[in-house]
């Protein structure tokens, strides 16, 4: 706790009482099989526990730097290589692989579309793929062989089942390069909610301290045990999770896709410590039927922040599982985690604020136009700086110098504010912010309201096109029971019992599900879609009595 800081402006210094590791990902694995060779590094978490495989450290470095050999024997270091797989232990033994040899990972999501897929490779000039054969029933061979006519830099397709080949490589003893810690080790590229996606470089350095420092914060111990559900091709899994794990020498349990019965069992019966998990994961395992029949005493903390988690969540969370909730707050292009509540925190902290910055980063929150730190507990734009950010977009100039300005601050985007003890709270994004008749609005209040109500189980908040307003607040709710919806004006009332009349919303929604990402974010401009396409129709408008523009 820095009980100590007492800040005036919404600014604060970056801790640097706490080292950082000076080594590269294939420096860290090696310290690890050296001093915990026998350690289990890697289970694979699948449903039958006969069917588990386990690697050591010992064995999974052994296989990692043979495989790296044998991709030497076919790329130059530092160049790209993508990989497009589901999460098994060869997606693992690969992303090391290609850190071993030099080499620069780019992680495609499997559910990719041909003109999806085709872009990115496209827009990393790939050198290389390897793929797997197939991901929940999709045929991802076909994809490959679909696009690899029109991308003349792609030289080679390898499919990841076929990964015994690349592990006799041509030249056995060939030394491996000496890959520093500044070197990029992916590209990982952004979901192109705002035009198309941006390869963020991400570094050894960046990767590997992000990650230690959310596991030493949240007192992950030496040894322990991290469960993923996480997508690998995203910086949660890969990144926060896994090397989170690896930095502790710890053990990483990795299941292929979510399934919270499963999750309860490898709980049990692998006694795992950590996860990182979005809230609608929380909330299946909460509400699974079988779940007090499973010994979960082993869980000591949970990780989210992937998308809005509401105070409910958190107290029910802690309460049915008796474990600890972090959260988290960070970025892509910031080499993941910026921020994290501690465990010692308040359960207020915990449940209204993302924490505190993590160690060695710097950052003030501005007045989005004229760059002016803002006073504390003012709502203003995230910067960020320190060893943690990104590089630049891998060959986007122009957005690199947008975001990551000369002076090495990083603009996130987010809309947040800070405490004098320097806790951040987040209100959303400067692209959702709401703009109603001339009030600057923040769709996670709202939803942090409207979640509370007993009879939602999930809201997106938007703004919507006015003629008078310029947007108008519009609420898009999934009901606990759709067979018997609330009225409209009973939501309307709570919302103005909590928030002033410009903040309640006006158009009423209802849906089954939601458009989601693959981390389990709404996505809210595929919800505007459906609202402009008439895919989803509104159930009422209940306009607020007129208020005056404020400034």
């Given at each position: 706790m820095a009980d100590s800081v007492a800040l005036a402006t919404s600014y604060v210094a970056a801790d640097t009482t706490q080292d950082l590791l000076e080594c590269s990902l294939g420096d860290l694995?090696?310290?690890?099989?050296?001093?915990?060779?026998?350690?289990?590094?890697?289970?694979?978490?699948?449903?039958?526990?006969?069917?588990?495989?386990?690697?050591?450290?010992?064995?999974?470095?052994?296989?990692?730097?043979?495989?790296?050999?044998?991709?030497?024997?076919?790329?130059?270091?530092?160049?790209?290589?993508?990989?497009?797989?589901?999460?098994?232990?060869?997606?693992?033994i690969l992303q090391h692989a290609v850190g071993f040899a030099g080499l620069i990972l780019v992680p495609i999501n499997p559910a990719y579309t041909a003109r999806e897929l085709e872009f990115v490779l496209q827009a990393s000039q790939a050198a290389g793929i390897v793929f797997a054969a197939s991901s929940r029933g999709k045929d991802l061979r076909a994809l490959v062989e679909q696009v690899r006519p029109r991308l003349p830099t792609l030289r080679c397709a390898i499919e990841l089942e076929k990964i015994d080949s690349l592990l006799v490589p041509s030249r056995p003893g060939r030394p491996l390069p000496d890959v520093p810690a500044s070197q990029t080790l992916q590209l990982q590229y952004t979901s192109g909610t705002t035009g198309s996606p941006k390869g963020a470089c991400l570094h050894h350095h960046g990767v590997i301290n992000t990650s230690r420092n959310v596991a030493l914060r949240a007192n992950f111990p030496d040894g322990g045990v991290w469960l993923n559900a996480m997508p690998m091709f995203h910086i949660a899994g890969d990144v926060v999770a896994e090397i989170g794990a690896y930095s502790r020498r710890g053990t990483f349990v990795l299941m292929q896709e979510f399934n919270p019965g499963l999750m309860l069992e490898l709980i049990q019966t692998e006694r795992c410590m950590a996860t990182l998990i979005v809230p609608t994961m929380i909330l299946a395992l909460l509400d699974h039927p079988d779940r007090q029949a499973y010994d979960c005493s082993s869980l000591r903390t949970i990780f989210s922040g992937a998308a809005n988690v509401p105070a409910a969540l958190v107290r029910r969370a802690q309460e049915a599982l008796g474990c600890q909730f972090c959260i988290i707050f960070g970025q892509t292009e910031s080499n993941g985690p910026i921020t994290l509540t501690s465990p010692d925190d308040s359960v207020e902290d915990q449940?209204?604020?993302?924490?505190?910055?993590?160690?060695?980063?710097?950052?003030?929150?501005?007045?989005?136009?004229?760059?002016?730190?803002?006073?504390?507990?003012?709502?203003?734009?995230?910067?960020?700086?320190?060893?943690?950010?990104?590089?630049?977009?891998?060959?986007?100039?122009?957005?690199?110098?947008?975001?990551?300005?000369?002076?090495?601050?990083?603009r996130t985007g987010d809309l947040g504010s800070m405490d004098s003890r320097a806790y951040l709270k987040i209100t959303g994004r400067l692209k959702d912010m709401i703009i109603r008749g001339g009030m600057n609005l923040y769709p996670k209040e709202i939803e942090d309201v409207l979640f509370d109500h007993p009879e939602v189980s999930q809201v997106a908040v938007l703004g919507l096109p006015d003629d008078k307003w310029g947007e108008v607040v519009a609420a898009v709710i999934l009901l606990k029971n759709t067979k018997q919806p609330p009225a409209i004006q009973s939501l309307h009332a709570y919302c103005r019992q909590n928030l002033s009349p410009q903040k309640t919303p006006e158009v009423w929604f209802f849906v089954e599900h939601y458009p989601m990402t693959s981390t389990g974010k709404i996505q809210k401009s595929e919800l505007a879609a459906w609202i402009a396409d008439k895919k989803i129709a509104p159930i009422a408008w209940v306009r607020p009595r007129p208020q005056p523009a404020q400034t």
């Amino acid at each position: 706790m820095a009980d100590s800081v007492a800040l005036a402006t919404s600014y604060v210094a970056a801790d640097t009482t706490q080292d950082l590791l000076e080594c590269s990902l294939g420096d860290l694995m090696r310290r690890n099989a050296l001093e915990v060779p026998d350690r289990i590094a890697l289970v694979e978490g699948v449903a039958d526990p006969a069917r588990r495989r386990r690697w050591t450290y010992r064995e999974l470095v052994d296989v990692s730097e043979r495989a790296a050999r044998g991709l030497l024997d076919i790329f130059v270091t530092g160049e790209r290589v993508a990989l497009l797989a589901p999460d098994t232990p060869e997606w693992v033994i690969l992303q090391h692989a290609v850190g071993f040899a030099g080499l620069i990972l780019v992680p495609i999501n499997p559910a990719y579309t041909a003109r999806e897929l085709e872009f990115v490779l496209q827009a990393s000039q790939a050198a290389g793929i390897v793929f797997a054969a197939s991901s929940r029933g999709k045929d991802l061979r076909a994809l490959v062989e679909q696009v690899r006519p029109r991308l003349p830099t792609l030289r080679c397709a390898i499919e990841l089942e076929k990964i015994d080949s690349l592990l006799v490589p041509s030249r056995p003893g060939r030394p491996l390069p000496d890959v520093p810690a500044s070197q990029t080790l992916q590209l990982q590229y952004t979901s192109g909610t705002t035009g198309s996606p941006k390869g963020a470089c991400l570094h050894h350095h960046g990767v590997i301290n992000t990650s230690r420092n959310v596991a030493l914060r949240a007192n992950f111990p030496d040894g322990g045990v991290w469960l993923n559900a996480m997508p690998m091709f995203h910086i949660a899994g890969d990144v926060v999770a896994e090397i989170g794990a690896y930095s502790r020498r710890g053990t990483f349990v990795l299941m292929q896709e979510f399934n919270p019965g499963l999750m309860l069992e490898l709980i049990q019966t692998e006694r795992c410590m950590a996860t990182l998990i979005v809230p609608t994961m929380i909330l299946a395992l909460l509400d699974h039927p079988d779940r007090q029949a499973y010994d979960c005493s082993s869980l000591r903390t949970i990780f989210s922040g992937a998308a809005n988690v509401p105070a409910a969540l958190v107290r029910r969370a802690q309460e049915a599982l008796g474990c600890q909730f972090c959260i988290i707050f960070g970025q892509t292009e910031s080499n993941g985690p910026i921020t994290l509540t501690s465990p010692d925190d308040s359960v207020e902290d915990q449940t209204s604020t993302v924490g505190r910055p993590l160690p060695h980063i710097e950052v003030k929150i501005v007045e989005p136009v004229s760059e002016v730190i803002v006073p504390i507990d003012k709502v203003g734009e995230i910067w960020v700086r320190g060893y943690q950010t990104m590089t630049g977009y891998f060959g986007q100039a122009e957005a690199s110098a947008a975001t990551l300005r000369a002076d090495a601050w990083l603009r996130t985007g987010d809309l947040g504010s800070m405490d004098s003890r320097a806790y951040l709270k987040i209100t959303g994004r400067l692209k959702d912010m709401i703009i109603r008749g001339g009030m600057n609005l923040y769709p996670k209040e709202i939803e942090d309201v409207l979640f509370d109500h007993p009879e939602v189980s999930q809201v997106a908040v938007l703004g919507l096109p006015d003629d008078k307003w310029g947007e108008v607040v519009a609420a898009v709710i999934l009901l606990k029971n759709t067979k018997q919806p609330p009225a409209i004006q009973s939501l309307h009332a709570y919302c103005r019992q909590n928030l002033s009349p410009q903040k309640t919303p006006e158009v009423w929604f209802f849906v089954e599900h939601y458009p989601m990402t693959s981390t389990g974010k709404i996505q809210k401009s595929e919800l505007a879609a459906w609202i402009a396409d008439k895919k989803i129709a509104p159930i009422a408008w209940v306009r607020p009595r007129p208020q005056p523009a404020q400034t």
